[in-house]
């Protein structure tokens, strides 16, 4: 059996396993290993499974054109991915389940998977998308946190020798090099970074492009990000953690920034690079659990996905420093209290965080 292995350095999480009915993780004796079982991969997977295609309720996005753009349905507008809320949400839940089928080939719900993701990803549907991008007053629709996780899709697919996959990245490339061309043109012009917490976070978006872009072997592409990266981050000091989190966050403005230069400088630039960013205050501050006070609110609930991005931020930073650092261990024990705060409240019944939280904490086990 395959298992998504995350190395822990606390057992906290023990009694929340235990208080559960079903035992979705699981924690070694020696306390080294977290891991996700196939029980609970499965559970994970049925959170965007049962919604990709659920129509309604759903946030568009959608600039009008003319009134004959303006009365279409999602579904009409976005045949690949309008379940699941909104379109990137869609994307990402496509990413996870392909990304647990390839840990877990035995799901219990592996051919509904297939079968369902078989449904939106096909040549027509794309073909559809990829003339909704092209349009006019659409060629910054869901830049760049969309066209982040959709390069993000195709990666895990370019990893992946199974049948469906191949069919279902080849019917994907040509929307990937529509909005590789759409991200080339706008690298050059953009000017400033967008330091927020929330989707238009331009070192989140470029994080994923790298990655991908590496994987695929685009040269230009990763140079040209590897360039706009440097250009806008590179010479940054003193992060302003302690305006983090906003109210709204699901991503932490500076750690997402340090996450991206971990990936363009060498681990002695980085390490300067990061001493001069954030210092020993700014650190800790950043390792306070942001409170959620209601899940039921749409907005507020982003603080879950904050806890899982923070996670997954901290453990890439930690591998960057060498062991003698302090600062290694202070983030290793962080991202693990940020993953354990958040994991129990994955699946609570709301579907303003039920449809996507479960990629983001995916996210975070996947890049122990």
């Known amino acids: 059996m395959q298992r998504i292995r995350l190395i822990i350095f606390l057992c906290f999480y023990t009694g929340i396993i235990s208080a559960q009915p079903k035992q979705f993780f699981t924690v070694s004796k020696d306390s080294s290993h977290f891991s996700l079982t196939v029980e609970g991969a499965s559970h ?7 919604c990709m295609q659920q129509q309604y309720p759903n946030k568009t996005n959608h600039t009008s054109e003319t009134e004959k753009d303006h009365l279409m349905t999602p579904m009409q507008q976005h045949p690949a991915f309008y379940g699941c809320f909104d379109w990137h949400s869609s994307v990402h839940g496509h990413w996870m389940l392909v990304a647990l089928l390839k840990q877990f080939p035995t799901l219990p719900d592996a051919q509904r998977i297939r079968a369902s993701i078989s449904q939106n990803i096909n040549p027509v549907n794309i073909t559809q998308e990829i003339k909704y991008f092209d349009a006019k007053l659409s060629k910054s629709y869901e830049r760049t946190y969309g066209w982040a996780w959709l390069l993000k899709l195709q990666q895990e697919l370019i990893t992946w020798n199974d049948p469906d996959a191949i069919k279902w990245r080849n019917a994907l490339q040509p929307f990937c090099d529509t909005v590789i061309k759409l991200w ?44 706009s990266a440097k250009q806008l981050y590179g010479k940054d000091k003193n992060a302003p953690t302690v305006w983090e989190p906003d109210g709204t966050d699901f991503l932490s403005p500076s750690l997402e920034e340090a996450d991206l230069m971990k990936r363009v400088l060498n681990k002695e630039q980085f390490g300067n690079w990061f001493t001069n960013w954030i210092n020993a205050t700014s650190l800790q501050h950043l390792t306070q659990l942001p409170v959620v006070s ?6 507020i609930v982003h603080l879950d996905g904050l806890c899982f991005s923070r996670s997954w931020c901290m453990q890439g930073i930690a591998k960057q420093l060498p062991n003698t650092d302090k600062r290694k261990q202070i983030l290793q024990r962080s991202a693990i209290r940020h993953l354990n705060a958040s994991l129990p409240n994955i699946a609570t019944g709301n579907y303003g965080g039920e449809h996507w939280l479960a990629s983001f904490a995916v996210y975070a086990l996947l890049n122990e």
């Open 184 to 227: 080339m043109n706008y690298l050059p012009k953009q000017t400033y970074p967008n330091r927020t917490g929330v989707h238009p976070n331009t070192a989140f978006g470029l994080v994923f492009a790298l990655d991908y872009a590496r994987t695929a072997g685009n040269k230009t592409f990763e140079n040209a990000i590897i360039q």
């Open 294 to 299: 209601d899940r039921t609110d749409l907005q």
């Open 44 to 50: 994970l997977a049925s959170l965007p499974l049962k």
